[in-house]
């Protein structure tokens, strides 16, 4: 029996410091919610496959970090000079690590207390936490319980800002295991555009636990990209919530990029709540070692005429585990919908396991839906093809594992980001 | 679009056509479940002492159990003390030859297009007819024995093979399998037993007509299978009852061993009464089906035609066990007014270069509701396994649901497993053709869906194929799409 109180005492504690009588009342009813949904074990539906237990026998300290400018800049990704960086450090936004480069009138960057005192506040009573619609469960509600210092970004209406979004969440887990529960919402008014790039860095060798919910609201006629990659040690793992709902006609692009971490759960929800919605998922995981990672996606036709389109690709190497599980809902007015998902995947180990489950739940008639999936092999033809040529065995696989990959990096539109993933890549499959 | 609409009003209100009683007297008990009346059902059947011990275990069992929740069907709470669980029509005088079956009943046989005589003299299928809960008549059996098939009701069985019946039953479905396989291991009344001896090649194809007659009369049959090696058998079931205004609970179970080289195929089409317009009445079908290819090479086929029951929940499943065997599954499920459907497969590769495929096509119309669910698993020694999966749904409306849930679990690096699933109505363009072509709208959706489910079809046995394009035809009548 895991041991819970830790976070009782927490939640009391936070219940001492004063808040905005909004995000108390979120916390409230999520601690409820946790209290009574517990955490998820392998008889919930939607964790049947991925057990997060393990990371609850442990307890996190939650105390200051010494985390300096020089660590981040250490972590940075290519292109951050021309980036708007923001910077999470143990799950709670630090301003001052933080580099905001675009102007007042492209985007606003506040912090979600000082959001919910001011302008915002009613904008954000509207949209924050929408996600406890769709996830019911007790890790999700565990974040809303201690929504503390996340971050609200507006993207102002009409504007598309010069300078692209990066997030760095950065976990100090040099002297103690440590939990972050960011939390953040983005508004991206109509007629805009967000480009957003997220990466998880654990410091240290102690254990780390990111349990993450960000939620996107996508108005009238703009555009998202987001790109999101996760590629940290071994001994840290992450249940990532990103809920997008497109509320105005808008189109939506997203990446996910999984490569090494502990157990790495991922919850992608796009609520199409408008007519003739547009969205793409894609999704690339290469696992070696005991990585687990489980990507959920979830797809509500709410509105007729919305389009989607998913791609979701992985490697299981070694012991490790993918998990995928597409679900794609067509409410009852949701007609003239067409939404497609694939999810392809290659098993190079006998002690990997692949579990996939594509789901198709349809209440209207006028549409056309499709899934597929594949587990298979590397195509022996063509490797047989490269050794025929002098290139070595472990060489060609590499070569051809690259190339399996492509379909899902081409989507990745920034330039410097997919060469920087293809680096990722290349250095990742080729440790022997 | 108007037109559409009508058309697809009147078949909804096409009215059930199996739907009447046979008048015969009845041999009831009463109503409600407990230790003595499952003695008393063991004792009506006069069975021998382990038969009963068996049968008290798996209630004691099915008592520490609660029903499932999880398939994507509703029905109101089932009252289990509220069934009779064993109605027997009641012998005149012991049965030697066809001629002496109560006329009655076989005149509801001809009724339902498939009359004994007929079938005995012009199609050479032995038929073991299950009229409520014993078998009534039993045909081509001498003919079968010569062999050393054994074709007989599984009480017949218990008493005359009980070390067949002892080292087979409950090896596939163990009876703390799940909720409604413990209950049917605690109460089954009937079913059928074959057994095919080692190198014997079933020279006709075996049926049974099984048909729920008695008011509030839960059925409870218990099919049992074994093909010893180098042995082919075809089975057929198929099942339509009368219409009735109470939920009528069913609860079968079928197990298939298939021994080194054999083949079973199991074919079915279910019709049982789908309930009323409004959803009010017709029968819950909860079934466990699964089978075994336990010896290598072997191979076993389920393929399925659903058109009946207010609610189906089945998932006839193949374990593949031995080394180079094939599990298949076809089936067309057809769901329509406010039936709900749950069924689908699973295939568990255990062995080594297993191949296994899956084709299930469901069609929804009304408000009804038809779901797929399926498992492929490999497992780390099936080596070589193969699997490839295709699940489409047609949708006939835009008040039902169509919905897939497959699950593919794959732990071995050189197994194959391929899966695709489509959604969609009838595409406008086809039936644009079709008109075109002076076929009117009715034909043209006939046509177009008869070929959606041809695939399935073209599995079932000949004796088969007929009725089931018969009863998909009826279920169609009038949608025009």
Redesign the interface.
Known sequence: MIDLTYFKEQFEQLQLEDADEHIAAIRKQSFDTFNKAGLPTFHT?EWKYTGISSLFNQTYAQIGHTITAADVAALRMPGHHKANELVFVNGRFDFSLSNILSSDTEMKVLSLKDAVNGEYRDLVGKHLNKSTEYIKDGIHALNGAFITEGVFIHILKGKIPHHPIYVYHILDSRQHHTLAQPRSLIYVDENSKLQLTETYVTLGSSDSFCNEVLEIVVEQNAIVEYYKIQNDTANASQVSTTHIRQVGRSYVHTVAITLNGGIVRNNMNLILDATGNEAHLYGLYLLRGKTHADNHTLIDNRKPECFSNQLYKGIADDSSTAVFNGRIMVQ?DA?KTNSFQSNK?I????N??????????????????????????LDEEALFYLRARGIPKEKAEVLLLQAYSADVLAHIKPMAIRAYVEKLIYEHLSIV | MKDKQDSLEQAVLNDYKYGFVTDIDTDVIPKGLNEDVIRLISHKKNEPEWMLEWRLKAYAYWLTLEEPT?ANIKYPVIDYQDIIYYAAPKPKKQLNSLDEVDPELLSTFEKLGISLVEQKRLTGVAVDVVMDSVSIATSFKEQLSEIGVIFCSISEAIQQHPELVKKYMGSVVPMTDNYFAALNSAVFTDGSFCFIPKGVRCPMELSTYFRINTENAGQFERTLIVAEDESYVSYLEGCTAPMRDENQLHAAVVELLAMEKAEIKYSTVQNWYPGDKEGKGGIYNFVTKRGICKGDYSKISWTQVETGSAITWKYPSVILKGDHTIGEFYSVAFTNNHQQADTGTKMIHLGKNTRSRIVAKGISAGFSQNSYRGLVR?S?HATNARNYSQCD?L???????????????????????????????IGEDQLFYCRQRGIDPEEAVALIVNGFAKEVMNQLPMEFAIEAQKLLAISMEGSVG
């Open positions: 539906e009852p007609q995947n098993l190079l180990s006998d990997a396991t692949i579990n996939t489950k594509p789901q198709l739940e349809i209440f209207a008639d006028d549409v056309k839906c499709s899934h597929g999936c594949t587990v298979g092999q | 999880w490999a780390k749904s949708l006939l409306g835009d008040k039902c649901g169509a919905h897939t849930f497959p699950y593919i679990e794959v732990k071995n690096k050189t197994a194959i497993v391929e899966h695709e699933a489509t959604t969609s109505k």
